[in-house]
């Protein structure tokens, strides 16, 4: 692949967004922080206060350690700028301490850290291909994938209002895939290994990197037809791969291998005790998997081939993260899980190892994995959505195709992230970052009825049926229909992204 | 992209700054007995909705006017009426007659602070869309621009969203008259001029000003002809619209009488805490208000308004142009607000939006003016808790309005409109006025972040507790005085020539 050259004076309208979100981040201050503003306060007092072989066996909180070891030393560095903010933060007994120094320092953290993910869409924006002819700044590919990146709905809502840290490690997956579209595979590889052990919900990227460095990386040439030239095998890219990888594994897990933690860190990184679905189901196919259990169940009921007393109780629409049957259709468990996911990823992997199409093959690759991933995975998050959002904005700039899908996705998508953020003073802030989001896409492609039904929904769900008196009986309906109705846009947007993948014949994409 | 879309993001962008600001603290929050602007905008809902408008000005048994009376004309009083009815039907202990004194819960915040952006969206905003859109000169890129740092201004929304106040109805309404005045439309315009004088009596600070254009424009179009005309037809327009909004207080002229005596409290005296005006300044040095009677401040301070005030609407009256009448409009709140009396600082809110209306013509004196304006105002800031708003709004409208007005780049002589009057400084100093400019600029700003760092984190001596207030304050005042002298000479030295203005786009 050929790096581009971007315009000359193209800096200061990156600095000017970049600088803009920022401030923007600033106002959010004050707004509501979900639980997660707990979790990593009490993060940062486990590993200030308690030593390292404690970290994982502390359980005062019952939100305990369960990121890998780097993420661990990462709130060690930011406890030693806590103490100059409020030292009683980091007290493991305080529990919910909240004070303005403590709100102001973790929210500020989040935004400085930002910084890896501003960087790294820099260099996203450095690879991306400009068409020929000079153009209006504001239509030019890069500077439309500065504001989808910098400017994420998603991104703002999850970081900045119910608190994670999602800009940070963004930043180095979007940094590793900028390194790879330059074809510097080491440190793309060196990159993922480190965002691996920070947060080990990127596994679910892994087959994608595993096949593509193997096959494209590994293997150095192909033959004429594209296929793999066995005889091209080099040894020595395969062990810099593994140095690489081992190296970062060891730094991070060595020290609890010594101690023999092994076990109980591993038991806290991958707790399968929880559900299917979380309390509120992400838009995924046990979504509608479920949606169709209570259908059928509801119908066997009425039509009287079933028992209500044979039905398990309190179903999952309870509202609660436990273990519960499904009623007529087979219950799922994590094996089956596993196995969905990876036939889903399968034939992805497949095909880039099949016919490799370069850097943009891999990423069409890493996100149909993080795709499917959400689609079967156990236990998923409906925050997991922007691991497919985000990489997909790179592509969503450079062919009309994927620009449509990524419409789909993002409209759905960010719209499932709403039920996060309930209360009132927030109704303002999601209905104006959605609305110019709508806007700036609207502008560049149209998707004029996509986002009329969306705000249907929007209104419907937000403002009529709170005032309707199914609210008291039904108080997870809101909910499930956004669930239902993302997981279709979800759904869709899947199929559409691998039919891209498996149809497409080689790596020139038709322009904006 | 096209201006509608480029102008709803930015109208979207600046909600969220005021929401973003709104989420804060506000004044006299928890802070019994007497709280701050919050509750008595609260507590006027509570005397509009539950007594008969007889009673709204007057001391009674049900009405304390020492808690808070009303000092707004009855435009505000209305305004209240019609928010007490909403609050009423969402819960009524919100202005519960007595018990609902000094009531705070977060519902009603978000209630309180939906009304102030209502009102905004209503009137100010629309007003300065197409203020924008209409009345500056440039491509629409850089009309958008304007009007995106023009609705970032962080006095307006830290006050109107932070501290609590209406602010953005009376100077919306005053928009309104300037954007019709701009259109030709003369009569709409002193219609809209009047309800804002109406709702807030402090925009008497711009009302010579329209006056002496609309004179002026009579007497140019010819006094005994469609001037005369014109001057009848706006006349007539006031007093109906004066007679509109006062007609429940005309029955009775001691009703009339008692509004006016809570409008105009001449009782105190020149000026009250501290404000980036001459008086307090120069209390500094001399303890004037100590050295002259009641009476005699009363004087001084009429005589040095009328004295600041005459030379740029005399201007505005031999040649009434727009480009004229916006400087006289800076010139005139300017004047008030340096010499008048019982000055607060927040009237520097009625400076500011005509300096905000020469963002195109002359954008770093109008930024400079304007940061200067929301830095004058950080004691009461730091009163209220809204220091990180305070930080973020600043820094976001000096580094918009830099990078997108291109604001440094443009200090030469023909951008700054000096005309000849700046030859006498070239001669005087013998140096590029572009690069004293720049470097007194960027002096100013270090100062005043500074002064605010201080400020914000520094305790003062205890033989000296008003030091910081005292500092801003000055500094502020000196600004203020620059700035008042600046925009004098330009309203005296020659318009631009249609050449110059081209070259500018």
């Not at chain 1, 010594?258 to 679905?277: D, I």
């Not at chain 2, 506000?26 to 007995?33: E, L, Q, R, T, V």
């Not at chain 2, 009304?115 to 209409?134: F, G, Q, R, W």
């Not at chain 2, 009250?272 to 050295?291: F, G, M, Y």
Request: proline fraction near 5%; aromatic fraction near 14%.
């Amino acid at each position: 692949s050929r790096p581009t050259v971007m315009a000359a004076d193209s800096c200061s309208w990156f600095s000017a967004l970049a600088v803009g979100v920022s401030l923007l981040k600033c106002f959010f201050i004050s707004a509501y922080r979900s639980t997660d503003f707990e979790v990593h306060r009490n993060w940062l007092a486990i590993t200030h206060s308690l030593p390292v072989s404690r970290w994982y066996y502390e359980n005062t909180s019952e939100w305990t350690l369960d990121y890998p070891p780097l993420f661990a030393w990462f709130e060690f560095g930011l406890s030693q700028v806590a103490r100059s903010f409020d030292a009683n933060m980091l007290q493991v007994e305080n529990l919910n301490y909240a004070s303005p120094a403590t709100v102001l320092f973790q929210r500020l953290s989040v935004i400085v850290t930002d910084v890896v993910f501003i960087y790294a869409a820099r260099e996203c924006c450095r690879c991306v291909r400009e068409p020929k002819g000079s153009r209006d700044i504001l239509s030019q590919p890069s500077f439309v994938l500065a504001v989808l990146l910098l400017w994420n709905f998603g991104l703002l809502l999850v970081d900045h209002i119910h608190f994670q840290y999602n800009g940070f490690l963004f930043g180095f997956l979007l940094l590793s895939v900028a390194k790879h579209l330059q074809s510097q595979h080491l440190q793309g590889a060196l990159l993922f290994a480190f965002l691996l052990n920070l947060k080990h919900i990127y596994l679910y990227v892994a087959p994608a990197y595993g096949v593509y460095l193997l096959r494209s990386y590994c293997f150095t040439q192909d033959n004429k037809d594209g296929s793999i030239r066995w005889s091209s095998f080099s040894l020595l890219r395969l062990l810099a791969l593994g140095a690489i990888v081992t190296s970062v594994c060891a730094l991070s897990f060595g020290p609890f291998i010594a101690m023999g933690q092994l076990p109980q860190v591993l038991s806290r990184l991958f707790p399968f005790k929880r559900g299917l679905c979380h309390a509120y189901w992400a838009p995924n196919i046990w979504a509608l998997y479920n949606v169709l259990d209570k259908t059928l169940a509801v119908l066997g009921v009425r039509l009287k081939l079933l028992e209500e007393a044979e039905l398990p109780l309190a179903s999952m629409t309870g509202g609660l993260v436990q273990e519960f049957e499904h009623s007529v259709l087979p219950s799922v468990t994590p094996a089956v899980t596993l196995v969905c996911t990876l036939l889903s990823i399968l034939p992805a992997a497949a095909s880039i190892w099949l016919r490799p199409r370069g850097a943009r093959g891999f990423l069409r690759c890493l996100l149909l994995c993080a795709l499917g991933s959400f689609m079967f995975g156990w236990h998923v998050h409906e925050k997991a959505i922007l691991i497919a959002i985000l990489p997909l904005s790179i592509l969503a700039v450079e062919n009309r195709e994927d620009a449509g899908i990524f419409l789909i996705l993002t409209t759905t998508g960010h719209y499932s992230l709403f039920p996060l953020l309930f209360t009132a003073p927030l109704l303002p802030f999601k209905v104006a970052l959605m609305l110019m989001f709508s806007i700036f896409s609207f502008t560049y492609q149209c998707s004029y009825y996509l986002d009329t039904l969306k705000y249907f929904t929007f209104s419907i769900l937000e403002v009529v049926f709170p005032l309707s008196p199914w609210q008291q009986r039904l108080p997870f309906l809101p909910l499930l229909v956004t669930s239902v109705y993302c997981a279709m846009g979800v759904c869709y947007a899947f199929l559409r992204l691998y039919a891209s993948l498996l149809l497409q014949r080689e790596d020139k994409p038709k322009l904006l | 992209m096209q201006t509608w879309s480029l102008v709803s993001i930015c109208v979207l962008l600046s909600i969220i700054a005021r929401w973003g600001v709104s989420l804060n603290s506000y004044s006299g929050a928890g802070k019994p007995p007497m709280f701050g602007d919050y509750e008595a905008q609260r507590h006027w809902q509570e005397v509009t909705y539950n007594l008969p408008i007889q009673e709204w000005y007057f001391n009674t048994t049900n009405n304390d006017l020492n808690y808070w009376g009303l000092d707004y004309p009855p435009l505000t009083a209305y305004h209240s009426w019609i928010c007490a009815y909403l609050a009423k039907t969402i819960n009524p202990e919100w202005v519960e007659l007595h018990k609902s004194r000094g009531y705070e819960s977060t519902q009603h915040k978000l209630f309180m602070r939906t009304t102030v952006l209502v009102a905004d969206l209503l009137i100010y905003i629309p007003a300065v869309v197409l203020y924008c859109l209409y009345l500056t000169d440039g491509s629409s890129k850089k009309k958008v621009s304007v009007m995106f740092c023009f609705l970032l201004y962080p006095g307006l929304i830290l006050i109107d969203y932070g501290h609590f106040q209406y602010n953005g109805v009376s100077l919306g309404f005053a928009l309104w008259g300037i954007l019709a005045l701009g259109l030709g439309w003369d009569v709409l315009g002193s219609m809209a001029f009047s309800l804002a004088l109406n709702y807030k009596q402090m925009e008497l600070y711009h009302a010579l000003p329209f006056f002496c254009y609309l004179l002026g424009k009579c007497i140019k179009t010819g006094l005994m002809g469609r001037g005369l005309f014109l001057l009848v037809r706006v006349g007539v327009t006031v007093l109906a619209t004066f007679a509109l909004c006062w007609l429940p207080f005309l029955a009775e002229p001691s009703q009339a009488m008692q509004v006016v005596r809570r409008i105009f409290p001449v009782a105190r005296g020149l000026f009250e805490d501290k404000v980036a005006n001459t008086w307090c300044s120069l209390n500094t040095l001399i303890k004037i208000r100590s050295i002259l009677s009641g009476d005699s401040q009363l004087y001084l301070s009429l005589a040095c308004t009328l004295l600041a005030v005459l030379p740029s609407c005399i201007r505005l009256l031999t040649k009434p142009t727009f480009w004229h009448f916006k400087l006289a409009l800076v010139n005139s709140s300017l004047a008030f607000f340096l010499f008048s009396f019982q000055v607060h600082e927040k009237s520097i809110l009625l400076a500011a939006l005509p300096a905000c209306l020469l963002l195109n013509d002359l954008p770093l004196m109008a930024l400079w003016f304007l940061q200067a304006s929301t830095f004058s105002m950080l004691p009461l800031f730091l009163k209220d808790g809204l220091l990180v708003p305070y930080i973020v709004t600043s820094l976001g409208f000096l580094f918009f309005s830099i990078y997108l007005l291109s604001a440094l780049d443009h200090c030469s002589e023909d951008k700054l409109r000096l005309g000849a009057y700046n030859k006498l400084f070239c001669w005087v100093l013998k140096m590029d006025l572009a690069f004293i400019v720049r470097w007194k600029f960027y002096i100013s700003i270090a100062a005043m972040v500074g002064l605010s760092i201080a400020a914000a984190v520094l305790i003062a001596p205890p033989h000296l507790p008003d030091l910081f207030p005292v500092l801003i304050s000055t500094t502020a005042f000196l600004h203020f005085l620059g700035t008042f002298i600046h925009f004098n000479v330009v309203q005296f030295s020659e318009p631009p020539s249609r050449k110059s203005q081209k070259k500018s786009n």
